[in-house]
Nanobody, 123 residues
């Protein structure tokens, strides 16, 4: 059974940093893409960043470019999201997802989702 478990969310002041983790288990993810998404209150879930375990480019939403960095630890099957220079508009529930996607930012192609972790940025 595939499991994605996020951790690392919390409350931080504007300008601060947080690092989210997503521990993946239950199968081999070598043919999968991994993505981070977020959903703010009253808004649709949106793509933040993603990559393919097999290699290739990493993609970021314009709103987070230069501030957020996705990385991975292959040995631990864990994906990280380093978030710097946080803004109040980054406040959302952040989700980790995995899927055999054709397009990295196509949310509906992701098969597996974590439970989400809350990130709150105060002004």
């Amino acid at each position: 059974q595939v499991q994605l478990v996020e951790s690392g969310g919390g409350l931080v002041q504007a300008g601060g940093s947080l690092r989210l983790s997503c521990a993946a288990s239950g199968r081999t993810f070598s043919n999968y893409a991994m993505g981070w998404f977020r959903q703010a209150p009253g808004k649709e879930r949106e793509f933040v960043t993603g990559f393919r375990w097999s290699g290739g480019s990493t993609y970021y939403a314009d709103s987070v470019k230069g501030r957020f960095t996705i990385s991975r630890d292959n040995a631990k099957n864990t994906v990280y999201l380093q978030m710097n220079s946080l803004k109040p508009e980054d406040t959302a529930v952040y989700y980790c997802a995995a899927g055999r996607v054709a397009v990295i930012n196509r949310i509906y192609e992701y098969e597996y989702w974590g439970q989400g972790t809350q990130v709150t940025v105060s002004s």
